[in-house]
């Protein structure tokens, strides 16, 4: 089994930064792809960022693109999500999410999730 922990939520204004952390442990073997998912109240759980495992190709949500950064942490089957020029529509719980096999924006193919640390934006 894999376990994965999210930290690094909080409240900040808009216009303001945060960086959310994961780390996978338990049965950890080999590299493996992560992603970054986020669920607004009443809103369907969606694609934020994800990094391969290996070469560390990412991907990222439109509404994201340009303002958020992940990149993996020096420790295997880390992390980051660094959320720049956040705004009120980025609220939410963000989900850290991690797989051996796929890597992408696709959320059902995600076998690993942690249980979500909350990111409040003020206007």
């Known amino acids: 089994q894999v376990q994965l922990v999210e930290s690094g939520g909080g409240l900040v204004q808009a216009g303001g930064s945060l960086r959310l952390f994961c780390a996978a442990s338990g049965q950890t073997f080999g590299d493996y792809s992560m992603g970054w998912f986020r669920q607004a109240p009443g809103k369907e759980r969606e694609f934020v960022a994800a990094?391969?495992?290996?070469?560390?190709?990412?991907w990222y949500a439109d509404s994201v693109k340009g303002r958020f950064t992940i990149s993996r942490g020096y420790v295997k089957n880390t992390v980051y999500l660094q959320m720049n020029s956040l705004k009120p529509e980025d609220t939410a719980v963000y989900y850290c999410?991690?797989?051996?096999?796929?890597?992408?924006?696709?959320?059902?193919?995600?076998?690993?999730w942690g249980r979500g640390t909350q990111v409040t934006v003020s206007s």
């Open positions: 990094i391969s495992g290996s070469a560390g190709r990412t």
């Open positions: 999410a991690a797989d051996r096999d796929y890597a992408g924006p696709s959320l059902i193919e995600y076998d690993y």
